[in-house]
């Protein structure tokens, strides 16, 4: 099957997709990345792993600072693909360039549309209780991942999934999703379907503030956030005004004190919630080191309060 394709991504999760293409026979003709940017201590130039893959693949890497300029755009234009394929690239791509392709600018996107556009779709699944999520492969519209669906691919959310887990296995459904797609794609056969904005929900990009605990909550929903939020941006909760980390913890229902008291019982460390408890796995004081929650109470003369 000859097709002229042109790959756009940045994150891990898209590797394996741009791999696919690969193994499938359609050899992208260049990929476009996000620019090598300081990472680690030292702050050396460091270049999204993706663009290791195609280069390991012989496959040219295009690192525009903004798909928006006019230099980018020609670029672009000359290399005349007939599809351009974009997942976890970076950058909302203008008009004029979703334009370029003869046949269509397609998305992967890692939720089930019309829930959960936005950047923070896999946290969200597993944060609202979802009971499965998967990848949409979509016409690519300016307007945040409202184009017209052309083909989902579910997954169900197991009960002890965090954001990693499903991150990792989204990578391999977002590329099984592509390989059913792309065929008809290219033979012109492949259906699009509307979105119904109206069911359309948002999931916003997140930073470390948005993890903090609010010991409030119910637990079930407080034990979803933190394993919809493992490994980023994690979830912490304070006591002396110094941060603890949250890793994955377990629910628990009955009578509790005052939200975020801690408590030892029945050899758990538990924190009262809203309604409910929460039991403790590992925790992470700051500049100490990630530890199990009995060791850490273990330490301590007065157990505390998290605020």
């Keep these: ?161 965090t954001g990693g887990s499903l991150h990792d296995r989204m990578a391999d459904i977002a590329a099984e999703a592509l390989a059913q797609a792309m065929p008809g794609i290219l033979a012109g056969t492949a259906t699009r379907t509307p979105q119904d904005g109206g069911r359309a929900t948002y999931a916003p990009k997140l930073d470390r503030e948005h993890g903090r605990i609010d010991w409030t909550w119910d637990a079930e929903r407080l034990a979803r956030r933190i394993r919809a939020y493992e490994p980023w941006p994690g979830t912490w909760t304070t006591f002396d005004n110094k941060r603890v980390k949250i890793f994955p913890a377990r629910a628990g229902q009955g009578s509790t004190g005052e939200p975020g008291t801690v408590m030892v019982e029945e050899g758990e460390v538990r924190v009262s919630c809203g309604s409910g408890y929460l039991v403790l796995g590992d925790i992470q004081p700051d500049g100490s080191r990630r530890m199990p929650a009995e060791a850490w109470a273990k330490g301590l003369r007065t157990l505390p309060r998290f605020v």
């Design 1 to 161: 099957m000859d097709a002229r394709i042109v790959f756009f991504g940045s994150g891990e999760i898209a590797i394996p997709a741009f791999r696919r293409l690969i193994a499938d026979g359609l050899v992208p003709l260049a990929l476009v990345t996000q620019p090598d940017k300081p990472a680690g201590r030292h702050r050396e130039l460091t270049p999204p792993p993706i663009k290791l893959a195609a280069l390991e693949a012989g496959i040219p890497v295009l690192q525009p600072e903004s798909v928006r300029d006019e230099a980018s755009l020609a670029e672009l234009r000359e290399l005349a693909p007939d599809v351009i394929v974009v997942m976890a690239y970076g950058q909302i791509l203008p008009k004029a360039l979703i334009a370029i392709p003869r046949i269509a600018c397609i998305n992967l996107h890692a939720s089930l549309l019309p829930r959960h556009r936005g950047a923070s779709c896999l946290q969200a699944a597993i944060d609202e209780g979802d009971a499965e999520t998967g990848v949409t492969v979509m016409h690519v519209v300016p307007k945040l991942d409202a184009g017209d669906i052309i083909h989902p691919l579910a997954t169900p959310i197991g009960p002890e999934e």
